[in-house]
């Protein structure tokens, strides 16, 4: 039986992560909340690790705008954290995966980013998960695993399906920014990958390293909110198309978030569903017995 720790399983991914792995069969799965497990605390988070065989941390700091006003409390989370169960699981002889982010990236590209492209984070949420990914690499090179997604959305927590979902209830049109490409990805997807990753690596079939976890196919903010409105029975006209100069915020966003899945057939995993496909199976959860009003 395959032993995993899970961190921040109170958040949108760390909860479907644990409902996906339990309901694999033979896993015993530990999961440690943000108030159960301080991944900053050295002590503490080495004996969590005891006993287990992979470590997946999807404990982060997760508010872009905040970590560009505190740094350095971002990046003690972001950074530092993925550093302290990174030495854990050396010194257990664990496997960790951890979450990483687009945002490593510049975002001014023309073509997906391989895995192994230059890094040059935009803000400081960024250069926060950047720390997080080198101690990992640095400190477990041969069970070190990071998977960098993007676009998060699930039925566990705040995100941009479900906030605008909300809005039209409350608006006649909503505008959304169209000027920004990415991967929508539903949190169910995401910890499906994150879970055959993680047997792949104990069975010794996934190189260590870095990989995407994103769906496949691309789409504006704009898209993904046409989307939503048109698979909720909505008219997606009522979304309006901007530009991200009418929604400026503290922390600069990338403009081109697509990240390339070329190494999930070395480790023998497929790649995830295009995004309306995705989409289409997350309504039924997110938002089947409260969908708006046409």
């Not at 990992?136 to 605008?164: C, K, Q, S």
């Amino acid at each position: 039986m395959t032993r995993w720790l899970i961190t921040g399983a109170g958040g949108m991914l760390g909860r479907d992560l644990t409902e996906v792995l339990t309901g694999r069969g033979e896993q015993a799965v530990t999961a440690a909340t943000r108030k159960e497990l301080d991944v900053t605390d050295a002590a503490a988070v080495r004996a969590a690790v005891a006993g287990h065989d992979i470590v997946v941390n999807a404990a982060a700091w997760t508010d872009v705008d905040g970590a560009e006003a505190e740094e350095a409390a971002a990046t003690r989370i972001n950074g530092e954290g993925p550093r302290v169960l990174a030495e854990a699981c050396a010194a257990h002889g664990a496997v960790l995966v951890q979450v990483s982010t687009d945002y490593v990236f510049p975002g001014d590209a023309a073509e997906p980013y391989p895995h192994d492209a230059p890094l040059s984070p935009v803000n400081a949420y960024g250069r926060g998960k950047l720390a997080g990914e080198r101690a990992v690499a640095e400190l477990l090179p041969e069970r070190g695993y990071v998977v960098r997604t993007a676009w998060l959305y699930g039925a566990h927590g705040r995100n941009f399906v479900a906030t605008m979902l909300d809005l039209a209830t409350r608006r006649e049109t909503v505008d959304v920014v169209d000027d920004q490409r990415g991967q929508p990805t539903w949190t169910v997807a995401l910890a499906r990958q994150l879970a055959e990753l993680g047997e792949a690596a104990l069975a010794g079939r996934a190189p260590a390293g870095v990989y995407h976890g994103t769906a496949s196919g691309t789409g504006t903010w704009c898209d993904l909110a046409r989307a939503a409105f048109e698979l909720t029975g909505l008219d997606p006209a009522r979304v309006r198309p901007t530009t991200s100069d009418k929604f400026v915020r503290p922390a600069p966003r990338p403009s081109y978030s697509v990240l390339a899945h070329d190494r999930w057939a070395e480790a023998g995993v497929p790649v995830q569903p295009h995004w309306r496909d995705q989409l289409a199976a997350a309504l039924q959860v997110i938002a089947p017995q409260g969908r708006p009003s046409a």
